[in-house]
T-cell receptor, first 117, second 109 residues
Framework: GAVVSQHPSWVICKSGTSVKIECRSL??????MFWYRQFPKQSLMLMAT?????????EQGVEKDKFLINHASLTLSTLTVTSAHPEDSSFYIC?????????????FGEGSRLTVL | GQNIDQPTEMTATEGAIVQINCTYQ??????LFWYQQHAGEAPTFLSY??LDGLEEKGRFSSFLSRSKGYSYLLLKELQMKDSASYLC??????????WGAGTKLIIKP
């Protein structure tokens, strides 16, 4: 099946610094990628939807200047958490949809656990 | 508004059968998904239903009734490794996924 790779898996940073998380589709073209945040014992919360070559669409309550999303190619999307604070500590997960096959199935990355000290 | 309802937690015995229900109210319908998520890991795809009826895949089956806005995930011959959260998600008319809060399934020996 299709593979989505997310990096890094774990990251610890100091408050005030920025962290970049990469999401790559390894064997398909991902025209649309989704970024989620998941706090402990809670469900996935969609943060934003990114389409290749255009600006991301952010969900209500998600600060677009704090969570910068770039989807410059059909295989790569990045999420940058700027000026991270402890409350940003969470599990961030990306998913992608195969733009050619498009069965509707979402393929998930492994997730990135961010801890802000 | 749009919402997905599923039980918060269920407990079942190893070797038994369990049914996890999901009801939904969404703006349009383009399919219903079930995902399994183990703690600390990303979700993994289990099933996709877009037409009414039962889809069987090994020990797991998923049922959909669009007229009732209802689906269930049926797990047979439960194994300890099936302990996980099971997420129901519906794709709406804009092809966006609306997620349920998930059902935590606890398997006891």
């Amino acid at each position: 099946g299709a593979v989505v790779s997310q990096h890094p898996s774990w990251v610890i940073c100091k408050s005030g610094t920025s962290v970049k998380i990469e999401c790559r589709s390894l064997d398909f073209q991902a025209t649309t990628m989704f970024w989620y945040r998941q706090f402990p014992k809670q469900s996935l919360m969609l943060m934003a939807t990114s389409n290749e070559g255009s600006k991301a669409t952010y969900e209500q309550g998600v600060e677009k200047d704090k969570f910068l999303i770039n989807h410059a190619s059909l295989t790569l999307s990045t999420l940058t958490v700027t000026s991270a604070h402890p409350e940003d500590s969470s599990f961030y997960i990306c998913s992608a949809r195969d733009g050619l096959a498009d069965t509707g199935e979402l393929f998930f990355g492994e997730g990135s656990r961010l801890t802000v000290l | 508004g749009q919402n997905i309802d599923q039980p918060t937690e269920m407990t079942a015995t190893e070797g038994a059968i369990v049914q996890i229900n999901c009801t939904y109210q969404t703006s349009g319908f383009n399919g219903l998904f079930w995902y399994q998520q183990h703690a600390g890991e990303a979700p993994t795809f289990l099933s996709y239903n877009v037409l009414d009826g039962l889809e069987e895949k090994g020990r797991f089956s998923s049922f959909l009734s669009r007229s009732k806005g209802y689906s269930y995930l049926l797990l047979k011959e439960l194994q300890m490794k099936d302990s996980a959260s099971y997420l129901c998600a519906v794709m709406d008319s804009n092809y966006q996924l609306i997620w349920g809060a998930g059902t935590k399934l606890i398997i006891k020996p």
